[in-house]
Each structure stands twice: as structure tokens, then as C-alpha cells.
């Protein structure tokens, strides 16, 4: 209460003395000494002066519930702490303040990182029968603008955001606004903190779509995975239980070779990646498996250097071109034939190929193509474009499979 009377004493005592002072001094230059009932005159300016303070006081308690004299000054000062980097903060604003109703102009300085806008100011009473009458515009301040400087910071930035009138600062001891500043003030300041709230939504609901995306990556990597060829293991373990009764020893060379191959076959939940050595120990074992059920129709070649064997490399990929080769190419060939396993360096890549002299792309040789589907499928989810998968008919006879990835090596396993 006590700031509000001072605020109204101060609006109504400045108008009054400034008014006698001025009227005074003019009429003693002019008539040599005043006239008579002149104090009418700078009592009724402190009359109005005092209206339009009272005025003032009333709207700032409306828009901010309280009184102080800082929100009953005409300029108002606000630092609002920014939870971005310098440029996002600054579009931020920018696009916060555009966005305010009457804005006429916004003067953008980004490498200054300031910002200055003007706005027209609107009567807040416009139903008010003096302020239609215009007696009141001499005590009303004229336009506002706004002036907003943003400091960066180490994970934040700070804004320091000015709302004025477009006058000088002298005329605060006169004129009031109506708390049209503080109502600017407060109107960016819910702009800003609406706009980081809904950045930190878009972040909040990226942030769930990539571990969404991860997720469902990896159920598919999982899914393609677990797409080996089901009848693989009942016909080894069919053709096991044969061997126990007519050639043990082959059979129990057979279980052994199946453990191997299973137990370099239990899925990776948490890393798709293998590597070159692990993935050919898995395809010998199956080769050898193989080897037994097929006698001297299956011969095999494998031609892989050491210092590749540490290559990260995608698992079972290798075994599913393997298992191509015998099944579509070899196993339909009445003599059976050759697989080549292959790996060579080109550059910052790794090619592998396995190539075989079966039926090729004939009719009678060719499968569904779903192993195939799951290698490019898996390939593009574990790589994008940084794999490639090649397939093309080898010479004379027979099909060439290569898999290109990224040269990437175990962790302390780099050879030269």
C-alpha cells in the first residue's frame, strides 16, 4: 500500500510543481505577475496525473496479482536462464517474440546475439469514455520496444530481456503505460518457457522414437537370427543316430561337429556383430557335418588370412551363404562339387565371398530367397550404406555370394 501512495503521490506532485514552475515562469515574463486563479490549472493537471497513476496501479495488479515497485515501473528487466545452446536459444526467442501480438518491426543481430523489436501500443481501455475522448494521451506513454541480449554459457545460455517505452527515461517521472511492459515482459517469458518446454517434448519423443527404432532393430536382427534352416538339425541328428549303428566313429565325429556348430549358434541379444574367425569355426563345423552326410561329393577350399580372422563381421551371415551353396547349388548335382570361402581387404573394407561350381541360377537349383532377403535385410540394419551384398554366377558353373562390410577389429586383436 505504501508504494502504491508513493507511486500516485510522486505521478500527481511532479505534473503539479512541474506545472507551476512553467506557468509561473511564463506568465511573470508575459504580464509581469500572475493571474488571477491560476492554480486551477496545475491542481487539475495533478488531478488527472493522479487518475492515470491510479489507473496504472490497478492493471499492473491485474496482470501480476502484486505490487512492488519494480512491477509498477514502466521498464521492465527480466534474465530468463535458457536450457539450450546459443543458436537454438536465439532462434527461440526470435520466434517467440515475432509472435507477440503489434509487434511492427524485429531488428535481428545473431553474431551479436541481440535483439531489438518495436511494438505499437494499444490502449488497454478502449470502452473508457475519457480515454476515447483522447484527454488522457498527454499522460500515456507512446509505442514500446523490446530488447533482448542473450549470453552463452557452458550448458545453458541467459537471456536478458528489456521491455520499454520508446521514449526517454526522464518522462517515467510523468507518463505511465498502463503495465502494457510488464504485460510484454511476462507474455515472452511464457513464449520462451512454452517453446523449451515443447523442444524438450520433441527431444523427450526423438529420444523414444531412436529407442524404439534400436529396439524393434533388434528384435528383427534377433528374428533373422533365429532363420536358420530348421531341418539342418534333424536330418545331422537323424543321420547320427544311422551312423551309431553302421560307423560309430563317424557318428560321434558328427555329434561333435554339431556341438560346435551350436554352440557357436546361440544368439547374441545384446551385439549382432561376430567376427571372420568365429563365424568360419561355426561354418567348418557345419562343413564338416556336411562332409559326413555327403562323403566325396563335397569338397572345400578356404582361403582366409590370420590377420583377418579378428574382423568384426555380422553373425551367421557366412554359414547362410554356406548353407545356399550346398543346398541349392551342390546337394541337386548328381556329383556334388567345391565350396570356396574367400576373404580378402580392400582398403577400409572386408570382402567375403563363397562361391561354389553347382547347378547356379537354374530353375531346379534355386530356393525361396529368403536367406538371402535376411542378408541384405540384416546388412542394412546393422551397416545402412556402409555394406553391400553381391551375388553373381561363377565360371564356369555354380554361384559367387560376396559380403562387403566396414574393416573393424576386436578390441586388442588389430594385426597387421
Request: charged share 20%; aromatic share 6%; net charge neutral.
Amino acid at each position: 500500500m505504501i508504494n502504491q501512495i508513493i507511486f500516485i503521490v510522486r505521478t500527481a506532485v511532479a505534473w503539479l510543481l512541474t506545472a507551476l514552475l512553467v506557468l509561473g515562469a511564463v506568465f511573470e515574463i508575459i504580464l509581469g505577475h500572475p493571474p488571477h486563479g491560476m492554480e486551477i490549472i496545475p491542481l487539475a493537471l495533478g488531478f488527472f496525473a493522479l487518475i492515470a497513476a491510479f489507473s496504472h496501479i490497478r492493471r499492473v495488479r491485474l496482470i501480476s496479482q502484486e505490487i512492488n515497485p519494480s512491477l509498477l515501473s514502466n521498464r521492465q528487466r527480466r534474465q530468463t536462464e535458457i536450457p539450450l545452446d546459443v543458436n537454438e536459444a536465439f532462434a527461440l526467442i526470435e520466434a517467440a517474440i515475432r509472435e507477440l501480438p503489434n509487434v511492427e518491426r524485429v531488428d535481428s543481430a545473431p553474431d551479436s546475439l541481440q535483439l531489438r523489436a518495436k511494438l505499437k501500443r494499444i490502449h488497454p481501455y478502449h470502452s473508457d469514455f475519457l480515454s476515447e475522448t483522447k484527454l488522457f494521451d498527454w499522460l500515456q506513454s507512446g509505442n514500446n520496444q523490446i530488447l533482448v541480449t542473450v549470453t552463452p554459457g557452458l550448458e545453458a545460455c541467459s537471456a536478458t530481456i528489456i521491455c520499454e517505452p520508446d521514449r526517454a527515461a526522464w518522462t517515467d517521472f510523468y507518463l505511465v503505460d498502463n503495465g502494457t511492459n510488464l504485460e510484454n515482459s511476462e507474455a515472452l517469458g511464457r513464449a520462451i518457457s512454452r517453446r523449451i518446454a515443447q523442444t524438450r517434448q520433441r527431444e523427450k519423443a526423438a529420444t523414444q522414437q531412436t529407442m524404439t527404432e534400436k529396439e524393434l532393430t533388434v528384435a528383427k536382427l534377433n528374428l533373422l537370427h533365429a532363420q536358420v534352416e530348421p531341418h539342418f538339425l534333424y536330418n545331422t541328428l537323424a543321420s547320427a543316430q544311422l551312423l551309431t549303428r553302421s560307423d560309430p566313429a563317424k557318428a560321434d565325429d558328427m555329434l561333435g561337429n554339431l556341438i560346435t556348430y551350436l554352440r557357436n549358434s546361440l544368439p547374441r541379444t545384446e551385439d549382432s556383430l561376430s567376427s571372420i574367425g568365429a563365424e568360419l569355426e561355426r561354418s567348418r563345423a557345419y562343413l564338416d557335418i556336411m562332409k559326413i552326410r555327403m562323403g566325396s561329393r563335397l569338397q572345400v577350399h578356404i582361403e582366409v588370412p590370420d590377420y583377418l580372422l579378428p574382423v568384426l563381421f555380422p553373425s551367421m551371415m557366412l554359414q547362410t551363404l554356406i548353407e545356399n551353396a550346398i543346398k541349392h547349388g551342390l546337394e541337386p548335382k548328381s556329383g556334388g562339387g567345391t565350396v570356396w570361402i574367400l576373404a580378402r581387404a580392400h582398403e577400409n573394407t572386408v570382402a567375403v565371398t563363397v562361391a561354389d561350381d553347382g547347378r547356379g541360377f537354374s530353375a531346379e537349383g534355386g530356393g525361396t530367397g529368403i536367406g538371402l532377403r535376411n542378408v541384405r535385410e540384416r546388412l542394412r540394419l546393422a551397416y545402412g550404406t556402409s555394406a553391400h551384398f553381391n551375388i553373381v554366377a561363377n565360371f564356369p558353373s555354380g554361384v559367387a555370394a560376396t559380403i562387403t562390410v566396414p574393416t573393424s577389429f576386436l578390441q586388442g586383436e588389430h594385426h597387421a
